[in-house]
């Protein structure tokens, strides 16, 4: 929606140059904050993978990585399908515009 909004609509497009200029946004395009957080979780997870490496075995620290491993495994793998879903659902969209009806 947002590709097709930036490609089809020049009002969009200046409001989100206009946005994108707000200092608060460090000069990064729109797109960026809607990838950086699902970013930083797959990078959570490394870290915590790494902590596993040095924990000792048995110890609070390698038990609390374990339940934060498995957590973050389980956000990334419902991030990832819900991704999936908004492409296919994209997908079915675009067909359906592509799609010409015949009334007889």
């Known amino acids: 929606a947002y590709r097709r909004s930036m490609e089809n609509s020049l009002q969009f497009r200046n409001a989100m140059a ?3 200029k707000d200092p608060k946004c460090r000069g990064l395009p729109f797109p960026s904050f809607l990838i950086l957080p699902f970013q930083r979780i797959t990078r959570l997870k490394l870290l915590v993978q790494n ?20 957590e973050l495994e ?13 492409s ?5 969209i675009n ?6 009806f015949k009334v007889k």
């Not at 389980?74 to 908004?86: F, L, N, Q």
């Not at 296919?88 to 079915?92: A, I, K, N, P």
């Not at 067909?95 to 010409?100: G, P």
């Open 95 to 100: 067909f359906e515009k592509k799609l010409e």
């Open 51 to 70: 902590i596993l490496k040095i924990a000792e075995e048995e110890s609070n620290r390698e038990n609390t990585a374990v339940t934060a491993h498995k």
């Open 74 to 86: 389980k956000i990334i793998k419902e991030c990832s399908e819900r991704v999936k879903k908004m």
């Open 18 to 20: 206009e946005l994108e």
């Open 88 to 92: 296919r659902t994209e997908q079915l």
